[in-house]
């Protein structure tokens, strides 16, 4: 797999910073600290389960990130002619395959409440309970606090115990760090059943930051979040249909972001969306709208081994 970095060094939010330095009341940049930031390279793990959902992973395991939980009914693989592996048969099957991988701490990170990201939600963080593992849940606050409530309660489960920031969860803006891992919430637009703001995720991630986009259209701000947070991999919806934006906006947001590395997610999992062509349509793409990045496109079950660049000090 093809794991090339830019060609001069530097994600676009490092090359923004030093053209700033040049201009009048900017604040000094040392290129050398950049630059050396740049050659710095850590290894990150990405699953991709079908659909909108995937895992983050360090290599030893310490630290596990789940984007949405969409497991034993998850249709994104009959497309691809895959048959789902065992560990993803029931949320019981998942916690229990977690367990065995010994992690530090497992982050479940909820973009929103539609079916095909919330399907196992409530059932594994049971099942995780019942496991014995280090967990937290979290995702947008008024979603966790008013729109989970009852769900809460029927899978007898206290958001207090099992929710980042004592069952609060976070605001768009807001954050949560739980067992070396650090979750900021960024804005998606994008529907969601009960009226709460659908979200996407910057995740800190064993010294790596990835920009998880969950549902989302492609919008100006994408700009601002590649300057804010200059993260290295963008994991993005792409399957276009009648739910996101598609392959070539999905590119574009590559361009705005500054990403070096980017994976298509959420196609082939419905009628409504593009089929397994989506991820070649995505690499197409981006090429033309940002040469400079690296497309990885897995199958559902396949790993993707990632060389990152770590996050600046001042990130």
């Known amino acids: 797999m093809d794991l090339r970095d830019s060609s001069d060094g530097l994600s676009r939010g490092d090359f923004l910073q030093l053209s700033a330095a040049g201009t009048a009341g900017a604040v000094a940049v040392d290129p050398a600290r950049l630059a050396q930031r740049a050659s710095q390279t850590v290894a990150l793990?990405?699953?991709?389960?079908g659909g909108g959902i995937y895992e983050l992973s360090t290599p030893d395991d310490s630290s596990i990130v789940l984007v949405d939980a969409w497991l034993s009914k998850n249709t994104g693989w009959s497309a691809f002619g895959l048959t789902k592996p065992p560990e993803l048969a029931s949320a019981s099957a998942y916690a229990q395959h977690l367990k065995g991988r010994n992690p530090k701490g497992v982050f479940v990170a909820i973009t929103?409440?539609?079916?095909?990201?919330?399907?196992d939600f409530f059932?594994?963080?049971?099942?995780?309970?019942d496991a014995g593992l280090d967990f937290k849940s979290g995702g947008q606050s008024d979603l966790f606090r008013a729109g989970f409530t009852s769900k809460f309660k029927d899978a007898n489960l206290d958001p207090t115990q099992v929710v980042v920031n004592g069952g609060q969860g976070m605001n768009i803006g807001g954050k949560a760090t739980y067992q070396g891992i650090t979750v900021h919430v960024v804005q998606a637009f994008h529907s969601t059943f009960a009226g709460f703001p659908a979200v996407g995720f910057i995740l800190d991630v064993g010294g790596a930051r990835v920009y998880a986009s969950g549902d989302t259209d492609l919008y100006g701000d994408m700009a601002l979040i590649g300057r804010r947070y200059r993260p290295d991999l963008a994991i993005l919806s792409c399957g276009n249909g009648a739910y996101t934006m598609g392959p070539d906006d999905?590119?574009?947001?590559?361009?705005?972001?500054?990403?070096?590395?980017?994976?298509?997610v959420h196609y082939a999992h419905n009628p409504n969306a593009i089929g397994p062509q989506c991820g070649e349509m995505f690499k197409t793409a981006v090429a033309k709208a940002a040469p400079h990045a690296v497309v990885s496109v897995p199958k559902p079950g396949e790993t993707v081994q990632l060389a990152l660049k770590a996050i600046a000090t001042n990130a």
């Open 112 to 119: 929103h409440d539609h079916g095909d990201h919330l399907g």
């Open 45 to 49: 793990r990405m699953r991709w389960f």
């Open 123 to 129: 059932e594994l963080l049971r099942a995780m309970q």
């Open 250 to 264: 999905a590119a574009q947001a590559v361009a705005m972001l500054g990403v070096s590395h980017a994976i298509p």
